[in-house]
């Protein structure tokens, strides 16, 4: 059978690691790159061997590709994602979907009217061991879920080429980098719990880089809420170092715990461990494989390539991704009002 031919638009620090999940993964090839600057265009030829282009368009315009996938600045997805699907190719974008709920609408009715796949790479959903922690919550392991916990503190982000990350206008702002992450696992975890109904959230500086950002916070915590009187606390810190992240759900009957410890998010040697109790001592449970962005992204390109191929179903809709926007906005408006923010009218999905 043909190798599946990537072309990947943006070849910066992640969509580095991108190049090298598509050429590690079995049955897919890297034809063709798109980036914008003179240095990563030279860095993009010489190391992966695909054809460069500097304008998305052109790699559009090849016939030697058959699925894009981009890994540009948030501010730069919507235009890129429409473009690709429009174009009949199949995409996997980047988190965040994008930084406005209306420019989410716009991919994802891209994605309905062009009939292709769209698949937004929130990584933790392939995850073995986060996928561990929904199967034992799917059986019934711990009962009713009824809170969860997710805690990172971590080294200030990476800038990002030309600053983009520490500019508001081109990240959107700084819970679509990370927390957005959370957003989705911890509705994942609480599914059962239907959609969440309100957001609250706060945040302030401790200024690990110095005020040139001043509209960004290092340190944030929101709470999303359930009808069901379930809850989730997802709350981060820049103004740490090396990456720590923990995550814990707690049920009727049983609660989980999952560590994550590296000196960097990007490690291929983190410790981590995955425990549950029922209230008797904590048990260590058996972790398939190594959890860990670099893994769960080849598992994510894995995925996708199946998915086109194969007609597999993918981990999570673009409706969900939407959410986990929808989750941020809300989280940065009520940091803004100091209010809660009842998310009935913002969570149902585009269409409906
Ligand atoms: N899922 C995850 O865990 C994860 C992790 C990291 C990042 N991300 C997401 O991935 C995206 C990129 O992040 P990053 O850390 O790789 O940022 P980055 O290091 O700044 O790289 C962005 C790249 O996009 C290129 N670019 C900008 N405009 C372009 C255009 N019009 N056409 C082609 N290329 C263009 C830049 O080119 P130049 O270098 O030439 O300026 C740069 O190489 C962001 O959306 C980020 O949120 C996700």
């Known amino acids: ?21 598509i050429q590690e993964t079995a049955g897919c090839e890297l ?8 240095t990563s265009v030279a860095a993009a030829a010489s ?4 054809a460069v282009f500097r304008d998305f368009r052109e790699l559009l315009n090849s016939s030697e590709v058959d699925v894009v996938d981009i890994v540009v600045p948030n501010f730069l997805h919507e235009e890129i994602a429409c473009a690709s699907l429009e174009s009949g190719r199949h995409v996997l974008l980047e988190k965040p979907m994008s930084t406005s709920i209306a420019s989410c609408d716009r991919i994802i009715e891209s994605a309905r009217r062009s009939g292709c796949l769209l698949l937004v790479g929130h990584e933790m959903r392939f995850s073995a061991m986060y996928r561990q922690m929904r199967e034992i919550i799917d059986s019934g392991g711990l009962g009713r879920p009824r809170y969860v916990l997710i805690d990172l503190w971590r080294r200030p ?3 990002g080429s030309d600053g983009w990350r520490f500019d508001s206008r081109r990240v959107g702002n700084w819970t679509l980098e990370e927390p957005v992450h959370f957003f989705d696992a911890a509705a994942w975890f609480l599914d059962s719990s239907g959609e969440p109904a309100a957001v609250y959230a706060r945040g302030n500086r401790s200024d ?24 989730a606390v997802i709350s981060q810190s820049l103004a740490a170092v ?25 490690s291929e040697r983190p410790s981590y461990s995955l425990q549950t109790s029922d209230g008797s001592g904590l048990k ?14 080849r598992e994510e390109i894995a995925a996708f390539a199946d998915a086109v191929r194969n007609g597999r179903g993918l981990p999570i809709t673009p409706e969900e991704a939407r959410r986990a926007v929808v989750l941020c906005l809300e989280a940065q408006r009520s ?18």
């Open 157 to 159: 982000y990476r800038l």
């Open 335 to 352: 940091l803004t009002t100091g209010a809660a923010v009842p998310l009935t009218a913002a969570i149902p999905t585009a269409g409906s």
């Open 284 to 297: 260590d449970l058996e972790v398939a494989a190594t959890p860990g962005e670099l893994f769960e992204l």
């Open 242 to 266: 090396e990456h720590h992240l923990s995550i814990k759900v707690f049920g009727s009957g049983a609660m989980l715990r999952a560590e994550w410890h590296a000196e960097l998010d990007r």
């Open 1 to 21: 059978m043909r190798k599946l031919r990537f072309g990947l638009i943006g070849y910066g620090a992640w969509g580095k690691c991108h190049a090298r999940a």
């Open 31 to 38: 034809r063709a790159v798109s980036a914008a600057s003179d």
């Open 47 to 50: 190391e992966t061997g695909a």
């Open 208 to 231: 690990p880089l110095g005020a040139y950002h001043p509209e960004m916070n290092d340190n944030f915590t929101a709470v999303v809420s359930y009808r069901d009187g379930a809850y």
